[in-house]
Nanobody, 114 residues
Framework: VQLQASGGGLVQAGGSLRLSCTAS????????VGWFRQAPGKEREFVAS????????YYGDSVKGRFTVSRDNAKNTVYLQMNSLKPEDTAVYYC????????WGKGTQVTVSS
């Protein structure tokens, strides 16, 4: 089972990025999913999560109203749409899913310049 996060990059403040997390070996539609991030020198921080049905979503206070979690079952991919990016959003972003145990994707770097 693997999760592969992608879509990171360098963007100016106020810009947008969409991160993708593609699963292999498991179906994302059978798991709740989450996004976390870790900035240099800081602990990993919760960003967003969604229930298996996608009917319930949670967001960290710092990203509420700016980030949105979605899923495309046909592509076996979960997305994190990030709008109105701020320099403090700069971090390595990780996706997470639970199939009997926690699975983590390799992170993708997001850098927001001021």
């Amino acid at each position: 089972v693997q999760l592969q996060a992608s879509g990171g990059g360098l963007v100016q403040a106020g810009g947008s990025l969409r991160l993708s997390c593609t699963a292999s070996g498991r179906t994302v539609g059978s798991s709740g999913v989450g996004w976390f991030r870790q900035a240099p020198g800081k602990e990993r921080e919760f960003v967003a999560s969604a229930s298996v049905s996608m009917s319930t979503t949670y967001y960290g206070d710092s990203v509420k109203g700016r980030f949105t979690v979605s899923r495309d079952n046909a592509k076996n991919t979960v997305y994190l749409q990030m709008n109105s990016l701020k320099p403090e959003d700069t971090a390595v972003y990780y996706c997470n899913a639970y199939w009997g145990m926690d699975y983590w994707g390799k992170g993708t770097q997001v850098t927001v310049s001021s």
